[in-house]
């Protein structure tokens, strides 16, 4: 802004500096010009006097007739310019002076020649223009002398000059005036962003809360409907401060009267029964800590799959229950599958089949018909759960994730004018590695009965598109991101998931050196100990078997650490059904009990696994105590962990070490991004993270506190909801097209 400016103002200040110079060269130049003007009409004037009076004189010199001499001569006098008027004669003598010729005046001072003559005298401090004219009568010579007095020319130069300078002085002022406006034009302009700057800081420094900052909520989607009412799709959903207000704001306004409906596989509550007492659990998935916040701004209904002990004691007659428990804003509608219909759906195709072929883990993937036609079977149960539950024609349906991947067309069935989004919440490989996979044709189409299909990364959409293109009949539109197949287009976009901000977890949290001293004590640590933590489900596509390596490797490498340092890795046990998980938790717990062996002694023990679920806010507490958080996932679609720790860290410390393979390392960039398949690199990144100075850490950390706070889970809801709109909006014109021309 101050650089904009500039430039006007250096020009204003050039022209100002160019006015003084020409009213200094001009101020003489017109003293002269003046000076030649009035002696010219000084001049003039003599002449037309001589012309006037000269035949009359020469009659009244033939008479001798000196009083009529005197009279003409005291006539011309009379003229306010002319100060006397005289005759010199053939011997030099002044005859017929009128009365105010100056005593000093004697002939000799008048040039004697055929022609007029005219100089310049001094007469008392004054000066007079003498004008000398002939006059000849029988043979004799004589010299009409007109005496004029110069004194006005200098009052006019006087005037003249002064008029230049005062013309000059307006224009400069004038120039001054508009560079001075011009500038508080823009001055105010640069202040008013800067102070809407600084609101933005301010605001996003106290997030918003649900009644808060309304108006200024309602404005920007004021803005954004007269966008899309225009046409222009091009919603920059940078302009708006994502929170839960802003998403219900946006829905209301963008999909008014819209229902919003969620299948999932996951619950985001689970009942279950402990020694006769039902408690609730949720579960560790990215999936739902990323879900939940955006259905309790929304409201809706959220279908999943009832998998707790507890969960049929707990609904109501329509399988339903209010949730959050305790203070309920949406319906759970859960659908209950068998455990030979979970066997092969859940355990088989989807954990069996689908996961590894998506993770670049190295597992294989394993696809039986039987597992795919259970597959089928529940997909088909939710999606007519889906038209049981709507009460609109067109609701906003949010598919997630690979259980259902046929979900889409057969919702499109049942309800053809829905809206449904369906999120990719896991990588989507290369077409050659989804060529593997038996019904690879048949996932396609079923993805693309989506109205819009969202990846974590644009890397993945395009392994999408690469895909669809391989294998199935579809036009493709990369310029719009979109794929026309069997008459219905899909839009296919990267939305980043996130976490809410603030996290629900981070309320009634101790302040971070109390979280540090109450972990190191329940842990049974020494105060000073340096603590590193991994947190997430017992996964072979996490990197923990990885991590612990890199940790043993350091201490081979830097033996200082022995006993200074802690690795605590929390592990939530998951699909354990499955070889893969299981083996990966034998193999884990031997290489923590062979790394202990060989550092620690009866009391240090540098790898600590814990092996159980632990709730939100005890993870949170484990992120405030740590001094490293390590996410080494060998591939994973965003790693929500990664945001959590950043988010959990109000006091702008902590260092987080994070794989490159995972979604998160295209945005945490201030993280230390580390390739987990490298030991040493890893180990290396962890003894810079412990000895990394608290500037460094701080810098760092407050950058990926920004990036997480703005590009939160109300930003990756809000801008699906508002894709959904205008392609809602381009259904609608579609449709009356489409009618006007069946007329
Ligand atoms: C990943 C998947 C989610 C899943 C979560 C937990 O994040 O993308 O869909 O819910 O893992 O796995 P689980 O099998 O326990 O639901």
């Given at each position: 802004m ?8 250096q020009y204003?200040?050039?022209?100002f500096?160019?006015?003084?110079i020409?009213g ?6 017109s003293?002269?010009?003046?000076e ?8 003039a004037?003599?002449r037309?006097?001589?012309?006037a009076i000269?035949?009359?004189?020469v009659r009244?010199?033939?008479d001798?007739?000196?009083s009529r001499m005197?009279?003409?001569f005291e ?11 005289g005759?010199?004669?053939?011997g030099?003598?002044?005859?017929y002076p ?5 005593a000093?005046f004697?002939?000799?001072k008048?040039?004697?020649s ?15 223009m003498?004008?000398a004219f002939?006059i000849?009568?029988?043979n ?5 002398v ?7 020319i ?6 003249a000059q002064?008029f ?19 500038v508080?034009?823009?001055l105010?302009g640069?202040m ?14 106290l ?5 808060g900052?309304?108006?200024?909520i ?5 803005k954004?409907?007269s ?6 799709e ?8 994502w ?7 946006l ?6 009267g819209a229902?919003?409906l ?12 402990n020694?006769?007492?039902?408690s609730?659990?949720t ?12 259905i309790?701004a929304c409201g809706?209904?959220?279908i999943?799959?009832g998998?707790g002990?507890a969960?049929?004691e707990t609904?109501?007659?329509d399988?339903?229950?209010g ?8 319906a759970l ?14 355990y ?6 689908l996961?590894?072929?998506c ?10 018909e039987a597992?795919?036609?259970?597959y ?9 759960a889906?038209?049981q ?22 919702i499109?069935?049942?309800?053809p004018?829905a809206?449904?989004i369906?999120?990719w ?12 996979c038996?019904?690879?044709e048949r ?11 969202g990846f974590?990364t644009q890397f ?7 895909t669809v293109?391989?294998?199935v ?5 990369r ?7 069997g008459?219905h287009?899909t839009?296919?976009?990267a939305y980043?998931?996130?976490i ?9 949290q101790?302040?971070i ?5 109450q ?7 020494a105060?000073d ?11 072979y596509?996490?990197?923990?078997l ?13 033996p200082?650490?022995?006993r200074?340092?802690t ?9 354990s ?15 923590a ?14 790898i600590r696994?814990?092996?159980r ?7 949170f507490?484990l ?8 996410v ?7 790693n929500?962990?990664a945001?959590?720790?950043?988010a959990?860290?109000?006091?702008d ?6 794989s490159?393979?995972?979604?998160a390392?295209r ?6 991004i ?5 030991t ?11 000895q ?5 850490r701080?810098?760092?950390m ?10 939160n ?10 894709d959904?709109?205008?392609s ?9 097209s489409?009618a006007?021309h069946?007329?």
């Open positions: 101050l650089l904009r400016m500039a430039r006007p103002i204003l200040g050039i022209g500096v160019v006015i003084v020409l200094l060269a001009i101020a003489p130049f003293k002269r010009l003046i030649q003007w009035s002696r010219s009409d000084v001049e004037r003599s037309l006097v001589y012309n000269q035949n009359p004189v009244a010199i033939a001798g007739d000196a005197s009279s003409i006539g011309v006098a009379l003229d306010e310019r002319i100060l006397a008027v005759l010199c004669d053939d030099g003598r002044l005859l009128t009365r105010l010729m100056p000093t004697t002939c000799d008048v040039a004697r055929e022609a007029e003559s005219f100089a310049t005298i001094i007469n008392d401090g004054r000066r007079i003498v004008g002939p000849v009568e029988r004799q010579k004589a010299y009409l007109i005496l004029t007095d110069l004194s006005f200098d009052a006019r130069s006087g005037e002064a230049v300078v005062i013309a000059l002085a307006g224009v400069a002022i004038a120039v001054a005036g508009v560079a001075a406006i011009f508080i034009v823009l105010r640069w008013g962003s800067l102070r809407r700057a600084i609101e933005d800081v301010r605001s996003g420094a997030p918003s809360t649900a009644s900052n309304k108006s200024s309602d404005g920007q989607i004021k954004l409907l966008e899309i009412e225009l046409g222009r091009t919603i920059r959903s940078e302009q708006i401060e929170s839960p207000a802003a998403l219900q704001k829905l209301h306004k963008l999909l008014p229902e919003v969620v299948v999932s596989n996951r619950e985001p509550y689970i009942h279950n029964c020694d006769g007492k039902i609730v659990q579960p560790a998935s990215g999936l739902v800590s990323a879900l939940e916040p955006v309790r809706g209904t959220w999943a799959h998998s002990g969960d049929r609904v109501d007659r399988d339903k229950i949730v959050p428990p305790g203070d309920p804003s949406y509608r859960r659908i209950w599958i068998t455990e030979e219909e979970q066997d092969g759906y859940y088989g195709l989807a954990n069996e089949g996961w590894p072929l993770h670049i883990a190295f597992v294989r993937p394993q696809f039986r597992d795919w036609r259970f089928e079977t529940i997909n088909e149960r939710f999606a007519d889906v038209a539950e709507a009460k609109t024609e067109n609701p906003i349906v949010l598919v997630q994730d690979y259980h259902f991947a046929l979900a889409p067309r057969m499109r069935q049942r309800l004018k809206t449904i369906t999120f919440h896991i990588p989507w490989p290369n077409a050659e590695t989804f060529s593997i038996p019904w690879k996932i396609i189409e079923g993805l693309l009965g989506s109205t819009i299909l974590h993945h959409c395009n392994n999408f598109f690469e293109d391989r294998f009949e579809s036009r493709i539109d310029e719009h991101a979109s794929v026309a197949s008459g287009e839009l296919v976009r980043p998931i996130s809410e901000w603030p996290p629900k977890a981070l309320v009634g101790p302040p050196d109390e979280c540090r001293r972990v190191r004590q329940s842990l049974g640590l105060a100990t340096r603590l590193a933590v991994g947190i997430e489900r017992f996964d596509t996490k990197g923990i990885d991590r612990m390596r890199a940790v043993d490797d350091l201490l081979i490498r830097v200082a650490w022995r200074r340092f690795f605590v890795q929390v592990a939530a046990p998951t699909r059904k499955l070889s893969s998980y299981s083996n990966l938790q034998n193999e884990a717990v031997a290489l009990e062979d790394i202990n062996a060989r550092h620690g002694d009866g009391a240090y023990q540098p696994l814990l092996v679920h632990h709730e939100a806010e005890e993870v507490k992120f405030r105590a740590a001094d490293v958080c390590i080494s996932s060998l591939h994973d679609g965003m929500l962990v945001k959590e720790f950043v959990a860290r109000d006091d410390d902590g260092v987080l070490v994070l490159s393979f995972t979604g390392a945005e945490l960039s201030e993280a230390l580390v390739n987990p398949y490298n040493l690199e890893m180990s290396s990144a962890l003894d810079v993270a412990l990394m100075p608290a500037s460094e701080q810098e760092r407050r950058l990926m506190r920004l990036q997480v706070r703005e590009r889970v109300y930003r990756w809801a809000g801008r699906m909801l508002i959904a709109a205008a809602r909006q381009r259904r609608r014109i579609l449709d009356i489409e006007n069946a007329r």
